[in-house]
């Protein structure tokens, strides 16, 4: 695996003010007696090169949370700012622009697209942000090397394993070099050496700078993070340091 450094990422590892800016979120879905108050006045900072996970039971707000973050959905009060600028006031070509270049996505799931090999999926991003052939494949490759998996860059997803299906979505994601990674249960459907594989990956992401969110139900995974912070009914209750990096510290 090649390594990741913060030369590799730059230059969206270095950045001055936060990257992400809550202020007073909100969120609320349906009028009257039948509203559902999802969030109830988030407020939240993440600095450049931060390594957050949000932890909450279902129905606590946690999934509400990150559409809100990957500009998904649109709060339906309050102030997001990413990487400076307020996600209301964009319109909808600019907000498809910021999921594209922004925020790179790692989902449960994988997402990736069945008949297209892992070199045509890491290169997605970059044929809807319309770069060049020789350069979407040079982009992809480096980025599928930084995950360990150059030499299976030509070999479709139902010839690889869920973790190296996962770690394929993780060059995805990191191929536009985005402001944020935002990941979704990452580690959901995979077995534990799996697990650890994608954890070391986010671990040397983080290390190198990378600004990284993740939501997870699973406090392993969780405490691999700089901050973990809680929400519960539709408000932070939580925000410490992650176990794994107290251990870290001498």
Do not use: W
């Not at 077995?191 to 990284?212: C, F, K, N």
Request: net charge negative; hydrophobic share 45%.
């Amino acid at each position: 695996m090649a390594t990741i450094t913060k030369a590799t990422l730059a230059p969206a590892a270095v950045a001055a003010a936060p990257v992400l800016r809550l202020a007073g979120i909100h969120q609320v879905y349906g009028e009257g007696e039948a509203a559902v108050h999802a969030l109830r006045g988030i407020d939240l900072d993440v600095a450049a090169g931060d390594y957050v996970a949000i932890m909450g039971p279902s129905g606590s707000g946690k999934s509400t949370l990150m559409n809100l973050l990957g500009c998904l959905d649109i709060a339906s009060s309050g102030t997001y700012e990413l990487a400076g600028h307020d996600v209301r006031s964009l319109t909808e070509n600019e907000l498809a622009r910021v999921r594209n270049q922004e925020i790179g996505f790692v989902f449960q799931s994988f997402n990736l697209v069945p008949r297209m090999t892992a070199l045509a999926n890491v290169e997605l991003p970059l044929i809807y942000g319309g770069a060049k052939r020789a350069e979407r494949r040079d982009r992809a490759l480096e980025a599928l090397d930084m995950v360990g998996l150059a030499n299976r860059a030509d070999h479709q997803p139902q010839q690889l394993s869920g973790g190296q299906q996962q770690r394929v979505a993780i060059a995805r994601a990191l191929v536009t070099s985005p402001t944020l990674v935002l990941a979704d249960e990452p580690t959901g459907n995979l077995d534990s050496e799996s697990t650890e594989e994608i954890l070391s990956i986010l671990d040397s992401l983080a290390s190198a700078g990378r600004t990284i969110v993740i939501i997870t139900h699973e406090e392993n995974v969780a405490d691999r993070a700089h901050r973990v912070l809680t929400i519960s009914d539709g408000l932070l209750t939580g925000d410490r340091t992650g176990k794994a990096v107290k251990g870290r510290v001498k």
